[in-house]
């Protein structure tokens, strides 16, 4: 009898080294000041100091894509998910006011297709080299018995800096005044629910999108907001007391991750047009405005507690950098989130 081989048990070494070899190229563009090695180590070196960091203290975030994933897998609309992973992390290590330096995937398949792997790691290194920090390693697992057909996991973990005594939140304070950032949709969080409204809506990903141009799919498939640059931007021009990423729990439940005890924050829900994707998701799916805010960022993606004089410098500052920004409304006493008005 002859002797098995580890491609007969459904794992192709061959398919994995050609994937580093198609990678490398995306990789090295992502360079920064800092980066020390390449791929194809047992580790990353990064030189802070050559970063620019007299007195760093790091921070460390990890992030998936969620079931946003199912609709990739199954319509091969796969460019985008790289640019969610990172904004997942990277997005992240901003509300801490830290400054994204370095980035690793973990990329998680049943049977390896090269060139499926090469766009998705390539989505990856474009979305490391928009927000500044470099793609410094990752792994590639091929598990048959584990994923089936041409599933497939991410998992992206970010490495970020800050000077020592400038991490945020701090400083918060009544009367500090709230600005959203708009989102580019739904992000990467709900899709579990977004599924099932479509389900319920008799919905598949081919037909044309009740709610914007192409198919459901595709406008489903907008990835998630970088907010890397112009917040790093604002941050060190002063005046920025927090920032709340507005991913799984919306406005309800990540605003007051930041807020002290005693204070919470007063939104006004007539400041922002909700995108259309939210209407009709509230619509088709009969989904109640309380539950549409703890699931969903219904347009919003990130918010910016400022300091009242440093209001406008900031709101012109984000303006300039292309930021679609709105006065939300206010910190003020007690504990929590509470609205004003309705989602329009």
């Not at 490398?24 to 920064?32: D, L, N, Q, V």
């Not at 766009?119 to 091929?142: N, P, S």
Request: glycine content about 16%.
């Amino acid at each position: 009898m002859a002797g098995l081989t580890y491609a007969q048990a459904g794992v192709d070494i061959g398919a994995g080294e050609a994937l580093v070899e198609r990678i490398k190229p995306f990789a090295r563009a992502t360079e920064r000041p800092g980066t020390m090695t390449g791929l194809g180590g047992f580790g990353a070196l990064f030189d802070l100091r050559a970063a620019g960091y007299r007195d760093p203290i790091l921070v460390a975030a990890t992030d998936g894509v969620g079931t946003k994933l199912r609709i990739a897998i199954e319509t091969g609309l796969l460019d985008g998910v790289g640019q969610d992973l990172v904004a997942m992390c990277v997005n992240d290590l901003l509300c801490q006011g830290a400054e994204p330096l370095l980035f690793l995937d973990y990329f998680a398949t049943g049977r390896l297709d090269v060139e499926e792997g090469a766009r998705i790691i390539a989505g990856i290194a474009r979305a490391c080299e928009a927000a500044g920090c470099a793609l410094v390693g990752g792994e590639t697992a091929e598990m048959p018995g584990m994923y089936h057909g041409g599933d497939f996991d991410l998992a992206g973990f970010a490495v970020g800096a800050l000077e020592r005594g400038t991490d945020l939140p701090r400083d918060v304070a009544e009367g500090d005044i709230l600005i959203g950032l708009e989102s580019d949709g739904v992000h990467s969080n709900g899709f579990s629910l977004v599924r099932k409204v479509a389900e319920r809506a008799g919905l598949g990903w081919s037909a044309p999108s009740p709610f914007g141009e192409g198919t459901l799919g595709e406008a489903l498939m907008q990835p998630t907001r970088l907010y890397v640059r112009p917040l790093l931007e604002a941050i060190r021009a002063g005046g920025v007391h927090a920032l709340a990423h507005v991913t799984g729990g919306g406005l309800t439940e990540n605003l007051p991750r930041v807020l002290p005890e005693g204070l919470g924050a007063m939104i006004d829900l007539g400041a922002w047009r909700m995108p259309p994707v939210f209407a009709w998701l509230r619509e088709a799916g009969g989904i109640a405005e309380a539950e549409m805010l703890r699931t969903f960022n219904c347009g919003i993606g990130m918010v910016a507690v400022v300091a009242p004089d440093r209001l406008d410098a900031i709101a012109s500052l984000l303006g300039e950098r292309g930021e679609r920004a709105v006065l939300l409304g206010v910190v003020a006493p007690g504990g929590g989130v509470r609205y004003e008005g309705r989602l329009e």
